[in-house]
């Protein structure tokens, strides 16, 4: 079992950084990959980036490719995304994912290829 708590989002101006944490509980973090959905309202939920095990593979979202940066410290149980030159657009509640992943194993994009999940975290782009 594994418990993910999101923080660092707010309300910025565009252009702006942000950089959200995702803080996971137990002893087996670095045998999961992580990733970053994002939700705007009225729409659905749409993945953003990924991470693997190790922290060496990564993969973006195009809409996002560029700007954001996920990183992992498998040592302190935390992942980042770390939002620059932020846009009106990326205004949505942010989620951090966990999936169990064997070694070797690709990197998950797809919600459905998620296990755990966290509450979410409120970032909003002013204009």
């Known amino acids: 079992q594994v418990q993910l708590a999101e923080s660092g989002g707010g309300l910025v101006q565009a252009g702006a950084s942000l950089r959200l944490s995702c803080a996971a509980s137990?002893?087996?973090?670095?045998?999961?990959?992580m990733g970053w959905f994002r939700q705007a309202p009225g729409k659905d939920r749409e993945f953003a980036a990924t991470i693997d095990r190790s922290g060496i593979a990564t993969y973006y979202a195009d809409s996002v490719k560029g700007r954001f940066t996920i990183s992992r410290d498998n040592a302190k149980n935390l992942v980042y995304l770390q939002m620059n030159s932020l846009k009106p657009e990326d205004t949505a509640v942010y989620y951090c994912?966990?999936?169990?992943?064997?070694?070797?194993?690709?990197?998950?994009?797809?919600?459905?290829?998620?296990?755990?999940w966290g509450q979410g975290t409120q970032v909003t782009v002013s204009s």
């Open positions: 137990g002893r087996t973090f670095s045998s999961y990959a």
């Open positions: 994912a966990a999936r169990l992943s064997p070694v070797g194993s690709g990197l998950p994009i797809l919600l459905t290829r998620y296990d755990y």
